[in-house]
């Protein structure tokens, strides 16, 4: 990453951040990752490993470096080619990269790379005999117009090399998991996986990442848990009916039980799954309910099928924590900024839903940038129907700590608020930059209509660093109880959620090879946003996205040549 003086000139701001643009000094950053307590499925996609009980092909997750046998082409022969480590030009990895991945960074090569195509291709692999081949791999993508990534695939008959047939473009600031079917091109003797980065103009662009390049055969009868769909964050005092969703891997029609247990709370559910199709995703509704109180709980989901084939992939973990402290940001420090003028600051807005206390706030700072830096803040504490209006507390020149949380009690005597309220939490730079800490922010904004900032006395609203500070707030009520809206369960061939905000998380199943538009709609019919227009081979896919749009009730459309046509109605609640 790099850094970059932002001046914004209408109001005179001048700031230090984290940017994407030409500089020489590094930016500090924490890391990127995106999902908190998951044990075998991230945010954006299902973790890859070499399983154990089933016929695997090829695995390579690169990380003893660039393996014997692979091609790298430099297409446009200006010395930058695909290579393997991590790279800061990507603003997601591949999920589940361990160490390493490979990339290519069109970013290194510079502003004056010339046009061309960025090759990356496997050994030749045996598949004679085999009647099912599928593959996966891991990988990430950061845009800049109009480079795109793709993958492809070409088989070998025994006499002659097919063509290069394309599985897979990407061109979208995201990361995931993709899994293909490749059972249509068998029989066959040999097949090569190829991976590229092409640029039709040359010039700067960003970088594509691949790992956990996985071919492999499926077994006859394998089931397991493809995620949890439980927030790692929830309010204390939330009861609801646990949700996780089941994939039938194998190749045969299955019927099984699958079972939730929660400790601490003693909760064990079961419930059948019946008659699910190989290749299908399930959303599984536990009977019973339970009651997050407050604290850290360990979500527990395992199938039962009789003649599991694969047992490794039966049982997914995932910690919840329970709590009053109101969260926007992920819980990981992407990078971080200050003000080169001392008295500037930054803020996040909480609307108030129902009458509380703040009683204590909590703020992080990078932890070695920038130097020299400094340890004090100044917090305060506003209301305002709209904008920051009344102080109702403040901490001047407090020491804090640097690379680690700073949880700070509030003097409640003047932070009770009612409902339709909103509290304005602000950390103001008491010495000039780079004296001074680095407010912290995660990977990618989420809520950015609750982020502020102040310059000269003068509040505004708005974001321009890139992800939600690490600022959160801390609340007490009277006696009662929160509601946490469940998921609705989602059918057939895709999957995503009913009440989101700007981040999103889509999954869907092609059966067969198609071209494929996904877009999005507003309740009087206007398309919002086109999320993918591109032909897609058949396999499992899955996306995350940022919706810059505005609250309210929209619908998605995912639409095929092949005949698939499916709406969803979903409600944006920033």
Known sequence: MRRISVTLSCICITCLLASKTPSELKFAEQGKAI?????????????????????????????????????????????????????DDLFLPPPNYGTAYAYYSDDDAGEN???????????SLDCIGLTDLFLSYSWAFTIFDPPIGASYVSFHDGSTWGSWDQLATYYVDSSGVD??????????????????????????????????????????????????????????????HPQANVKNYGLNIETFDVTCEISPGAYISTETVSNIDPGNVTLVTFPDSFAFESGLFTVTVYTQLVGDENPLNDTLIKEITASDWLIYDDGFAYGGAYWFDAGNGWGVQFPVTEDWWVDSIACYFDSTWPSPGDTTATFRIYDGAATPTNVRWESISTT?????????????????????????????????????????????????????????????NGNMWGGDWLMRIHFTTPAGINEWVSLTPDEFLFKAP???SSRVSLAFTLPQATEVELSVYDAAGRKCATLIK????AGDYSRTYMLDLADGVYFYNLKTESGIDVTKKFIIVQ
């Open 498 to 500: 009913v009440i989101t």
């Open 113 to 123: 790379a010339p046009s061309g195509t960025e090759y990356l291709i496997s050994p």
């Open 179 to 240: 899994t293909f079917d490749l059972t249509t091109y068998l029989p066959a003797d040999s097949v090569q996986v190829q991976f590229t980065y092409e640029d039709p103009t040359g010039g700067w662009g960003w970088a594509f990442g691949i790992d956990n390049v996985l071919l492999e055969v499926p077994q006859d009868h394998d089931v397991g848990v493809a995620s949890i769909e439980i927030p790692w964050y929830i309010p204390t005092d939330t009861s609801f």
């Open 534 to 537: 591109d032909y897609l081979g």
């Open 400 to 460: 804090i700590q640097r690379g680690v949380w700073n949880y700070i009690g509030v003097d409640t005597s003047g932070t009770w608020f009612t409902s339709g309220d909103n509290v304005f939490f602000f950390y103001f730079q008491v010495q000039p930059g780079p004296a001074c800490p680095a407010l912290s922010f995660d990977w990618a904004i989420d809520y950015p209509q609750y982020d502020w900032y102040c310059t000269s006395g003068t509040f505004s």
């Open 35 to 87: 999902a908190r307590y998951e044990v075998w499925v991230p945010f954006d996609g299902p973790e890859l490993s070499i399983p154990t009980g089933r016929l695997v092909i090829f695995f390579e997750d690169f990380e003893s470096g660039m393996p014997l046998g692979w091609q790298v082409i430099d297409g446009n022969s200006d010395g930058c080619t695909w290579t393997v480590g991590t790279t």
